[in-house]
């Protein structure tokens, strides 16, 4: 049930009534219409924009029609007062019963509550992590890794139909450094005194389990060998197992993707080819020459003449070449090529989640996706910031493990699996991040993740009290009196509850999904507050030992309170937790 949803209808159907009334002009669109929460939310529990956006087209003062929009709604079900504010919003508010009404839903729907169809089963692809197979995942990966995966909870709550994808590139020099050091490894398997690992290699612990795996395949097979014969073998054995040890590491978090993509396969299997052929076929593709870099003095800047795609046609600044000088593919090829294979694989709509050092990427593939899907397709990428690690506001840079990286792995084996997503998607995913393993753990209202999980926890402290009491915590939907919730904490603790609904499709719609963990808070602070007023008052106490009814009627609360931060913690990826241990 979204309670904005029921009364925008509510809404819709007055404005209907009035068109065949002939208050209104006939076939009148109403789309703009909407039905929110108002700035300030003294004035009343929904306002809509109604009178506001239809006055025009009506060809009436937006005062004039508020009004008679207003007189309608007064006798709309579940509406208790109706006023006009400004211009001519709408605002109204709700009886107890409405709001009652909310709670049963979210008792009758779980913590599917908050499910919507707002994406009507569209495919979307979410690339996200997309680390080179080079080594484990680290602390710079982990807050990319968390992003996508609650944006893909998030759209597929919203009703979309969602591939999660990695994309790794195995084509370039790093796997070629991989591969030799992956061969001074298994050399120092077999036997071999290395020494120290030359500068330009890997120096990772991590790669000894590579070179012993290898060792233990393939025995002396490439001892004493050149190059040219055991790059291609060692390589393609070290970035399998890289992927798996990485694959390992974001199942540490509860990740795991439904497609790996790798680079090479794209280049080898004939992509680009085709992409460039296509672009030919329209007439995208010509010999030319560009001006100089703005803002760069270069003295010994030459035009040369390159392979250029119009791209300027689709918004770009300027063409741009798809081959260098000496004919060899441009180095944004491979990656218009993969996404045309995103878009042949029925992906129109696609997401990348990459780090902001990646800051041109968009400029450079929305033209060619447009070109390419004949306008059709889309690209959003989430840019995210860095991540800092502290302990105890100190700086923290060196792993034991992997030499020069602190690994995910020891950053969940210290804090926990919880900690790490809530805490990644606690700030706007573009800001820098300071990650305190201290702080992150910490029990105390100023950290986030404690705040909400504590809630929670305090909400099953509530169901074990009731089952002590009364020898039952359950609750029946039947026979539990839920107008006995009528007091203005609990309707406004309804009406917190009310709103994740919309707030799931607000989130999805903007892309924004770290909005979940600010509305997560807001109803642990809304609880809290409940919970503290009872210290004081005990008529505001959850359960009372002599009223039964008045007990299930709050305990019917609290387990709505539960769904719904079960629910959000569910798009976050996180276990709630039923009790906190010090």
């Known amino acids: 049930m979204n309670i904005f949803d029921t009364y925008k209808s509510v809404v819709d159907a007055i404005l209907a009534s009035m068109a065949i009334a002939g208050e209104l002009p006939p076939g009148m669109d109403l789309n703009r219409v909407k039905v929110e929460p108002p700035k300030d939310i003294s004035h009343g529990d929904l306002s809509t924009n109604a009178a506001m956006v239809l006055s025009k087209a009506a060809g009436k003062n937006p005062r004039e029609l508020g009004e008679s929009i207003a007189e309608k709604l007064r006798t709309a079900d579940g509406v208790r007062e109706v006023t006009l504010a400004g211009p001519g919003f709408i605002n109204f508010r709700l009886t107890a019963e409405a709001w009652q009404k909310v709670a049963h839903a979210i008792l009758k729907q779980g913590t599917a509550f908050g499910d919507s169809q707002m994406g009507k089963g569209e495919k979307v692809n979410v690339e996200y992590v997309s680390v080179n197979p080079t080594g484990p ?23 979309y139909d969602v591939t999660r994808e990695y994309y790794f590139n195995d084509a370039g020099t790093q796997v070629d450094v991989l591969a030799r050091t992956a061969y001074l490894r298994y050399r120092e398997a077999m036997g071999e005194n290395i020494g120290e690992i030359p500068e330009g290699l890997y120096p990772g612990e991590y790669m000894k389990a590579v070179g012993e795996a290898m060792a233990k395949r393939d025995g002396d097979k490439w001892m004493n060998r050149p190059e040219q014969d055991w790059l291609a073998p060692m390589r393609a054995f ?17 990740i795991r993707h439904d497609v790996f993509t790798n680079e090479r396969e794209i280049v080898e299997n004939g992509t680009l080819d085709k992409v460039f052929t296509a672009l030919k076929d329209m007439d995208l593709i010509y010999q030319g020459t560009l001006p100089p870099p703005k803002g760069k003095e270069m003295e010994d800047w030459e035009p040369a003449e390159l392979t250029l795609f119009r791209s300027s046609k689709f ?20 990656d218009i090529a993969y996404h045309y294979d995103k878009m042949q694989r029925g992906f129109m709509t696609m997401i990348n989640v990459l780090g902001k050092d990646h800051g041109n990427y968009l400029d450079k593939m929305k033209p060619a996706i447009a070109a390419l899907s004949d306008g059709r397709g889309s690209i959003t990428v989430q840019f995210c910031g860095m991540v800092k690690l502290f302990k105890n506001g100190e700086p923290v840079k060196l792993s034991k493990r992997a030499g020069n990286i602190i690994t995910l792995r020891e950053i969940v084996e210290e804090v926990g699996p919880g900690v790490v997503r809530f805490y990644m998607m606690t700030r706007t995913p573009d800001t820098e991040m300071d990650f305190d393993f201290a702080k992150v753990v910490e029990q105390s209202k100023d950290n986030p993740v404690f705040y909400v999980q504590y809630a929670h926890a305090r909400c099953h402290s509530v ?52 909005r979940i963990t600010g ?33 299930f009627a709050r305990l019917a609360l609290v387990r709505a309170v539960v769904t719904v931060i079960a629910s959000g913690l569910a798009v976050m990826g996180v276990e709630p937790l039923e009790e906190l241990h010090g």
């Open 137 to 159: 995942m680290h602390a710079g990966h982990m807050r990319g890794a968390v992003i996508g995966d609650v944006l893909a909870n998030l759209l597929q709550k919203a009703g």
């Open 238 to 254: 070290a970035v399998a197992r890289m992927i798996e040890t990485i694959k390992a590491d974001l199942a540490l978090i509860g």
């Open 315 to 334: 918004g770009d600044s300027s063409d741009r070449p798809l081959k260098k000088r000496d004919g060899t593919w441009a180095y944004i090829m491979p």
């Open 463 to 514: 169901l074990r009290n009731a089952r002590e009491m009364f020898g039952t915590a359950d609750i029946d939907l039947d026979s539990v009196d839920l107008s006995l919730l009528s007091g203005a904490d609990e309707l406004e603790l309804i009406r917190q509850l009310s709103a994740w609904p919309r707030q799931v499709e607000l989130a999805a719609e903007a892309k924004e999904a770290h």
């Open 519 to 551: 509305y997560l808070h807001d109803v642990a602070s809304a609880f809290h507050a409940f919970w503290n007023k009872g210290r004081d008052d005990a008529t505001l106490r959850f359960l009372h030992p002599d009223n039964r009814e008045l007990s």
